[in-house]
């Protein structure tokens, strides 16, 4: 199905550890740990594509890198190795983490959105839920409130935040509703990749089901690539189109996700799969 | 003059890596410039910066205006004038057409400074980041990087909140399209006059230990999005009681007894020359 297109997005090799390692790291490993020198091998030699349109599914267990692996991308850290190319950076030609941070900013701005697992990472609690989203839109360079208005205005209303509460600070929001508010702003640009890490992890059900309602809304919309991290399989089974199972830091098992749902191939996804039966 | 000192207090090698300070100043624009800032028989806090500009900078020839919120008369503008003339000869002034050298803390004179004039500002926070970032070594970085967004979103959180913005004084500046500069503790009203002046302009931060200068004819532009004009303070049918203008920098003050809202010009001297062309 992808075979034709060039990718968004591609990763090779990426890897995050923290330590120095040792010659012997790889054979050593208990989980992502190295029982030697004890380096932990938070993403270890991750390679994949995101092509375009295309909701990518990230699928493991807690510590397995998920969210390392998120945050390199949207250089919050930097990679031990490794190389990330975008279609709309330097035609695929330039690896992301050796960017200027001018580049980088652009990145940030223009090419990607950024969902954070947690809320206070992503958005100025203080500032207004309008200032929030506008900071995207200054940073791409606008300088007319009015414009600003209403983009900010549209955002809004496209996550079902109603207006009369722009100016009001995230920190008075529901955690549903910060996560609305954080994907407002991570789409305010219109960005070709959304980086969304475990936006529903910790709501209600009933308003779990509002903001996946919400992706599937964007996702038809937008035509834009998702990268989809969750722990929960049922989430990466509603809206995934393609899932990667991640363990320890690694990649173990990859695929279009009804094929994973049916035949999991590793161990480890079919324990996952059992348990969402 | 107090032999005892060397003239103007400092040593000739610290006002010389002043001036060197300065110069590099003058030629950047807007940027900070750090320097070793020096102790002075003032507390800190108290235009230490500004002074060792002044003392750095003045000569036998020099004729000096000191201010304090547009007052000649303000004891610290007093203290600093009797500290200048005790280790210097030099004369000093009211009158600011007079003046080769004028140190100021929250003003500039309403009558417009000409090509022959240094204005030097006392500047008690130098960095027009901090309220946006506390710290240094990363507003150090957002200007190396041009990366002026977040005082940007300053001001349009205050429209989102207020509908208008509004920071009331050291409203911060673009100057010459590439720093973003804090006027010291200016009220808006001044800020124009920052722009395309035939006066140099130098600020001191004493306890930042921080210099940076608008050279003449610099563009200095007040920050406003495009669609929402930069607004100075309106004084709009408001006149001085003492000399009749109505287009000053007025202080609001209360009569004593009646508990009535008057207004003063705060130039006290552009103030009183007004009074002296009428009454003559
Ligand atoms: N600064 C650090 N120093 C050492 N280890 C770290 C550091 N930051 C993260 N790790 C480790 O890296 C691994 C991956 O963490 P990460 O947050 O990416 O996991 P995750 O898949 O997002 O988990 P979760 O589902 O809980 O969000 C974990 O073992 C974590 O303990
Ligand atoms: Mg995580
Ligand atoms: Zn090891």
Known sequence: ?277 | MNNNYNYAFLDEGSKREIRRSVLKAVAIPGYQVPFGSRELPIGRGWGTGGLQLTLSLIGPDDILKVIDQGSDESVNAVNIKKFVGLCTDIKTTKNTREATIIQTRHRIPEVPLRSNQILIFQVPIPEPLRVVEPREEITKKMHAEKDYSPIWLQLYESLVKYKKVTIPTEYPCMVEGRYVMNPSPIPKFDNPKLNKADCLYLFGAGREKKIYAIPPYTEVISLAFDDVPFERESFAGKICCLCGSKNTYLDEMFDAQTGEKFYQCSDTSYCQEVRQNVSK
Not at chain 1, 51 to 61: D, N, S, W
Not at chain 1, 225 to 247: C, E, G, P, Q
């Open chain 1, 1 to 277: 199905m992808y075979l034709n297109e060039i990718p968004e997005l591609t990763i090779k090799n990426l890897t995050v550890r923290y330590g120095d390692g040792c010659p012997d790291c790889q054979n050593n490993l208990e989980k992502n740990r190295c029982t030697v020198c004890e380096t932990i091998w938070a993403a270890n030699d991750i390679s994949f594509d995101v092509y375009p349109g295309e909701v990518l599914g990230i699928v493991g267990e807690s510590g397995s890198g998920k969210s390392t692996l998120m945050r390199s991308l949207y250089f919050d850290f930097f990679p031990t190795f490794g190389t990330a190319t975008l279609k709309n950076f330097k035609d695929g030609e330039a690896n992301i983490w050796d960017a200027s941070v001018a580049e980088q900013r652009m990145i940030k701005n223009t090419i990607m959105g950024m969902v954070y697992q947690n809320p206070i990472l992503g958005l100025r609690m203080d500032y207004s839920a309008a200032s929030n989203i506008a900071e995207k839109i200054i940073a791409a360079g606008s300088r007319n409130a009015f414009q600003m208005n209403a983009r900010v205005t549209e955002l809004l209303e496209a996550v079902e935040i109603p207006t009369s509460r722009m100016s009001e600070p995230p920190k008075n929001f529901s955690g549903g509703m910060q996560q609305r508010v954080q994907i407002s702003k991570a789409l305010a640009n219109n960005p070709a990749i959304l980086l969304l890490d475990e936006v529903t992890t910790g709501l209600d059900l009933s308003v779990q089901a509002r903001v996946l309602d919400l992706i599937r809304k964007i996702k038809a919309k937008h035509g834009i690539s998702i990268l989809l991290v969750s722990h929960d399989l049922a989430v990466i089974r509603m809206l995934a189109d393609r899932t990667i199972v991640m363990l320890d830091g690694k990649i173990v098992e990859s695929g279009l996700t009804d094929q994973i749902l049916e035949d999991p191939q590793h161990a480890y996804t079919q324990q996952l799969v059992h348990s969402l039966i």
